[in-house]
């Protein structure tokens, strides 16, 4: 079964920096898909960024590229996203997801496990 612990998340001023990251455990990876999601109160979950563990290739959703990073650590099973200049419409709660498919997809329903979030606010 695999575990994804979410941190780094907190309090920023707008055009301030936040690394996020996610502790995956209880499986070896290699071909999977690791996303970074986000949903803010009263909105849909919105994809963010996604990439496959064994490759550099990367996705990132419009309303953050350009602004935040995804990239894995191997040796700490750790994917992180590295947000900078942020907006006050970045406030959402972050989750961290694993789709075991290689395929990369913005779609959450096809992502298989999920962490509990870590929340971000980013004031004006």
């Known amino acids: 079964q695999v575990q994804l612990v979410e941190s780094g998340g907190g309090l920023v001023q707008a055009g301030g920096s936040l690394r996020l990251s996610c502790a995956a455990s209880?499986?070896?990876?290699?071909?999977?898909?690791m996303g970074w999601f986000r949903q803010a109160p009263g909105k849909e979950r919105e994809f963010v960024a996604a990439m496959r563990w064994n490759s550099m290739s990367t996705y990132y959703g419009d309303s953050v590229k350009g602004r935040f990073t995804i990239s894995r650590d191997s040796a700490k099973n750790t994917v992180y996203l590295q947000m900078n200049s942020l907006k006050p419409e970045d406030t959402a709660v972050y989750y961290c997801a694993v789709r075991i498919n290689y395929m990369m997809t913005y779609v959450s329903s096809q992502y298989d496990y999920w962490g509990q979030g870590t929340q971000v606010t980013v004031s004006s």
């Open positions: 209880g499986r070896t990876f290699s071909t999977e898909t």
